[in-house]
């Protein structure tokens, strides 16, 4: 069964740095974007960033120049490199998958989640 299992999460003072971690199992990265969102308290959950089969990135604007996502093809794990932390960057961190099926349908699929904490 396929999996996607988030780390690297913690609790770090505003200006930190973290890794996150994910690793995944069960996936093709030749067919699967592979991407990062966040959930905060009470509110739905946002897109963070995304790495495309063809290792082209996108990022929210709120973590532009500040977080940076890559994967490692070989070993089938996906990074979100997050530096200057904020406090406003706290959230649980879900590592997600799209991928396309035989049946040409795009699908999009979920790790647990870690949490991020950041203080002043």
């Known amino acids: 069964q396929a999996q996607l299992v988030e780390s690297g999460g913690g609790s770090v003072q505003a200006g930190a740095s973290l890794k996150l971690s994910c690793a995944t199992s069960?996936?093709?990265?030749?067919?699967?974007?592979m991407g990062w969102w966040r959930k905060f308290p009470e509110k739905e959950r946002e897109f963070v960033s995304q790495i495309s089969t063809d290792d082209s990135t996108t990022y929210a604007d709120s973590v532009k120049g500040r977080f940076t996502i890559s994967r490692d093809v070989a070993q089938k794990v996906v990074y979100l490199q997050m530096n200057d932390l904020k406090t406003e960057d706290t959230a649980i961190y879900y590592c997600?998958?799209?991928?396309?099926?035989?049946?040409?349908?795009?699908?999009?699929?979920w790790g647990q989640g870690t949490q991020v904490t950041v203080s002043s």
């Open positions: 997600s998958a799209t991928c396309i099926g035989v049946d040409s349908v795009r699908r999009r699929t």
């Open positions: 069960g996936y093709n990265f030749n067919i699967c974007r």
